[in-house]
């Protein structure tokens, strides 16, 4: 039985009245930064802007989230007219969302928390994606899925959980769209609602993707998670991610969670042993109900649970840091010169021609990007293998910054063919080095979660 | 007694001789 958290009446009451400004605010300053990624993005005008505008400009989706669902709540105003009128223009209808229609999902999963009444968990068993324990290499596969728009089919199933209710909030969400394209076409700027509705279907959707699993997986309740403040601005702005807060009290608007917070003792969790208690938690299928992590993110996964999610990690933790680098490198180094050396004739000879892309990165990165990858995939390899305990293995460690300081070095001094380039050197032992202190300690370790050694 | 080799020297040995490899041919005029 879950108990509400005691509060004293007098504050809760305060902390709950709603005002204007601070939501008015964060929705100019959100908008004010849209505008600013497109500005920037057509003053650069290159197609890797584009690409990379997707995530700021998701990052903002995130907070208008945040804000429609404050509006959602009527924590604009109590004027339920101008609560809903500034709420659906500013936050929900360019998300392609209706307050009336998202209040209907929404406060559905207020009252039905914890058990199968909870719309969430439609979701969740239908496009079965939040399996516990987490598999990291389909975990990780779903979240980069979705920037490749892999999200489409939950944005579909959302759709219609939070279908519009009456005519009314049709007519006003399709003449706000109709209107905006209207508006782009005749200024020949169609390019920014495309590029906002990929936004939403990737790194938006991604977002949600995550929120997902911290809110309420693995628990009947919320899960309590203190996130850091610069991935909260990134990811879970405008305290979004003080979840636990906005379940039991839900009248409080967004600009005075943390102070609900402060007020309230009790357990917290960070992110990270959140996803430690994920990995290790014991089984429960997407879609289901059940308590397999408590409010400290302790959870009963059995030793072989355990043993499986390190492995995958440590698979992750290669094809991140070495995999990835690397082709990466090769990418750039194949797709972007002019001319392939004789190392790629057999490509050639199969038909692939270098430097399809030439030309739309500046140069002097094409020269220097490939090494600085390369020199971290090999350094990341060595560190990966070894660990930087053993004298050993730092020896071989340091073969990765040598390699690329004396590869350099010696053509400078003619021993090695082709040319020295001081940039070469100097970005290529820092992409080594780079490799050294990223890759030290493994960003997620189950060893906390994990049983201890047996002596024999 | 035997001597036993740490795999994990030579999985360290090929990949620097890969990627000095990798650098020499990439070095190599066209």
Redesign the interface.
């Known amino acids: 039985m879950r108990v509400r958290p005691a509060i004293d009446p007098e504050l809760l009451a305060a902390l709950s009245v709603p005002r204007v400004a601070p939501w008015l605010c964060a929705a100019v300053v959100d908008w004010l930064v849209v505008v600013a990624i497109f500005a920037l993005v057509a003053w650069v005008d290159h197609p890797v802007a584009y690409a990379l505008a997707v995530f700021p400009l998701g990052s903002r989706q995130q907070a208008l989230g945040a804000l429609f669902h404050d509006a959602a709540h009527h924590l604009i105003t109590r004027r339920k007219g101008a609560n809903d009128a500034l709420g659906s223009v500013l936050a929900a209808w360019p998300l392609g969302l209706t307050l009336g229609g998202y209040r209907a999902y929404h406060f559905a999963h207020h009252r039905g928390l914890g058990t199968l009444d909870d719309p969430e968990m439609a979701h969740k068993g239908g496009l079965r994606q939040w399996h516990l324990p987490a598999a990291p290499l389909p975990v990780a596969a779903s979240f980069a899925g979705d920037l490749v728009l892999g999200g489409i089919p939950h944005l579909v199933a959302a759709g219609r959980l939070t279908k519009p209710v009456s005519w009314r909030e049709t007519l006003g969400i399709g003449a706000f769209w109709l209107g905006l394209l209207a508006i782009a076409y005749r200024a020949h700027l169609v390019w920014i609602p495309v590029l906002w509705i990929v936004s939403i279907a990737t790194v938006f959707w991604s977002g949600v993707r995550l929120r997902i699993w911290t809110e309420h997986l693995g628990t009947k309740d919320t899960h309590r998670v203190v996130v850091p403040t610069w991935l909260a601005h990134a990811i879970m702005p405008h305290d979004i991610g003080l979840h636990w807060e906005h379940h039991w009290f839900p009248s409080v608007p967004f600009w005075n969670l943390a102070k609900l917070r402060a007020a309230l003792p009790g357990p917290r969790v960070t992110l990270t042993e959140l996803a430690r208690a994920f990995l290790t938690s014991a089984p429960l299928p997407s879609g289901t109900i059940g308590e397999t992590i408590d409010a400290e993110a302790r959870t009963m996964g059995d030793e072989a649970t355990v043993a499986a999610a390190g492995r995958d990690l440590d698979r992750l933790r290669y094809a991140g840091h070495v995999a990835v680098p690397l082709a990466l490198g090769g990418f750039v180094?194949l797709g972007f010169r002019p001319?392939?050396?004789?190392?790629?004739a057999p490509l050639e000879a199969l038909g692939f021609r270098g430097g399809l892309l030439e030309g739309y990165l500046p140069p002097r990165f094409v020269d220097v990007f490939?090494d600085v990858a390369?020199a971290y995939a090999?350094t990341a390899?060595?560190v990966l293998?070894?660990g930087t305990r053993e004298l050993r293995?730092k020896l071989?460690i340091a073969?990765g910054p040598g390699?690329a300081a004396g590869?350099e070095l010696g053509?400078l001094a003619g021993i090695?063919?082709?040319s020295y380039d001081l940039a070469d050197l100097v970005f290529g032992v820092a992409g080594a080095l780079a490799a050294v202190v990223i890759c030290k300690e493994p960003a997620l370790s189950l060893s906390p979660a994990a049983p201890a050694p047996k002596a024999e | 007694m035997t001597m036993r080799l740490d795999v994990?020297?030579l999985?360290?040995l090929l990949?620097?001789a890969a990627?000095?490899?990798?650098?020499?041919?990439?070095?190599?005029?066209?």
């Open positions: 180094y001319k392939l050396p004789r190392l790629f490939p390369w090999l390899l060595l293998v070894w293995g071989w073969v390699l590869w053509q090695f063919p082709g | 994990r020297h999985v360290s990949a620097v990627f000095a490899l990798l650098a020499l041919g990439s070095a190599a005029a066209p």
